[in-house]
């Protein structure tokens, strides 16, 4: 809708992220069956903008479980309803962490990948996760 873009008539970006955060959040309380929270936000790819007018179709689901963490996959598709045309506009990795009423972390079941797109992102995710861990051991030195 217009008072979601910017002068460019595209899309916040901001936007974009807070609708992945939240869809995030729902494939990762329904694969826990439990509340969680965002641990981060991992990457982020803007790939193409959507326009004023297009439809969003945002996908997510858990890629792969820690003990009680997540990494959950999301992407964005824009659909131009009146040309019929659909594009990726962006694609996201974020950790999630399930937590109890009192905010401790609680364990979630793995992921048993079904689609090919699913297995690919299962198996990379050990190095996704491994530069996570870098990056947050960089990060506690700067402290």
């Known amino acids: 809708m217009p008072p979601d873009t910017n002068h460019l008539n595209t899309i916040f970006g901001g936007k974009i992220l807070a609708y992945i955060d939240e ?8 694969h826990a069956n439990s509340a969680v929270v965002t641990a981060s936000i991992d990457s ?5 903008s959507a ?3 297009d439809s ?9 479980t820690g003990t009680s963490s997540m990494e959950v996959y999301v992407k964005v598709t824009a659909h131009d309803l ?11 990795f974020l950790t999630m962490v399930a937590v109890n009423e009192n905010g401790k972390p609680v364990p979630v079941p793995g992921v048993f ?8 992102l299962f198996s990379t995710a050990p190095a996704r996760k ?4 870098r990056r947050n051991a960089y990060k506690q030195e700067q402290l």
Do not use: C, Q, W
């Not at 982020?44 to 193409?48: A, E, I, K, R």
């Not at 990948?113 to 690919?120: A, L, R």
């Open 82 to 92: 009146i040309k019929n045309e659909k594009k990726l506009t962006t694609e996201s």
């Open 51 to 53: 326009k004023v007018g």
């Open 44 to 48: 982020v790819d803007f790939l193409s």
């Open 23 to 30: 869809i995030a959040a729902l494939a990762a309380m329904k």
């Open 130 to 133: 491994e530069n996570r861990l």
């Open 56 to 64: 969003l179709t945002l996908e997510a689901y858990v890629t792969y």
């Open 113 to 120: 990948p079904g689609s090919d797109e699913e297995k690919v």
